[in-house]
């Protein structure tokens, strides 16, 4: 039994951590420590701008936020915005309440005293998105759900776009658990709802770009977003996505068109080699500086599709988990289920009516908190 619980703790780790190959990292790497500056000032929603330092890739920590800035929206009009900051480096704003035909800019004072200025940038408008719709794709290294967006400017004017996304899915665990090994006894479980639905939220992180500069008409139709790939825990019930769509100036396309290509696109020798990014945001009191980031401005449109499992059938979703049997003893309940290697999920009875043993199984493949959340999502 020693060995089987082993066991269990290794595929444990594995469906946690899942496959990782190792890099060596190279001793010259240095910690440059520049600001990096994420967020757009929306002229239809809350505004948030993140504000971050570069960190060396030796060190452990993910990000290393930049707190206590004093982070103001100026207009071209001298109006004055403060947005109130946290312990993550975010500087929220409720509501900008921009003006069509001003400029605005951004302004950093970092605690340390160093000042950083944006350019000037316009309101930019984003026309609606008219769709979002998926298709089955079969062929290619990705098979699954292609989902797409399409939108255009009867105007002719915004030419320029860009998307991010917000998934959402809800998923079941694979085992139902009736009990519960609490305080050395197994006791029937009060509400097994609470560990067999979730939900879980992810957002994008690829820069998603399209432009129409090239064609008669401001339209941009079925521009991939993201694939689902085939039998992806994603939609083994329902799946949400909500695109948000920004306008862009030709500027600021042709940053985040680089910002691709160099995070993107290079891994051979013929690929497209990393190119400078021309950030539109700098450091006053030390002005040959690098800083990161591109600062713009506007109204952003937003659409949702769902998508339900019996939608996209075929979906062949494999799962990994397995149950074992675990004798009704108290040592060898509290050796598989104390330690919470495995949780209980039901009881099997003897010929009499008393319980001669529990199936288990390990903590992901019952209790889908470990990998979501049980509160149901607003919109769902």
Known sequence: MKKRLMLYGILLTILIAGCRDMYDIPNEVKNLNLLVIEGFLNSNGPTSIKLSRT???????????????????????????????????????PFLPLIDNIKYRLRIK?????????????VQKSPAIDSVNWQRKESGLETGIQIYVNTHDPQNQTKYY?????????????????????????????DPIKIFICWKSESSTSVLLGSSAKLSQDVISLAPITVIPSGSIKITVRYSILIKQYALTKEAYNYWEIL???????????????????????????????????ISAG????????????????????????TDTIANKPAFLKAAFGSKILVPTEAIYGPFGSIAAYVGAIEPCVDCTTIGTNVKPSFW
């Open 162 to 190: 860009r998307w991010e996304y917000d998934e959402t899915w809800e998923f079941h665990s694979p085992f139902s658990s009736s009990f519960e090994y609490r305080n050395d006894s197994m006791l029937p479980r009060t």
């Open 260 to 294: 691709k290509k160099n995070t993107e696109q290079v891994g051979t020798l013929f690929d497209p080699q990393p190119s400078h990014l021309f950030a539109n945001i700098h450091c006053v009191t030390s002005p040959d500086e690098e800083v990161l980031g591109y």
């Open 299 to 322: 109204s952003t449109s937003e659409k949702r599709l769902f998508i339900t499992r019996n939608e996209v059938e075929p979906w062949n979703y494999f799962h990994g988990c397995i």
């Open 55 to 93: 960190v060396n890739l030796r060190d452990t920590a993910q990000i290393k936020p930049e707190i206590n800035a004093i982070v103001k929206v100026e207009g071209e009009n001298s109006t004055s915005y403060t947005l109130t900051g946290n312990a993550k480096g975010e500087y929220n704003y």
């Open 110 to 122: 970092t605690a340390t005293g160093k000042e950083y200025l944006s350019d000037f940038v316009p």
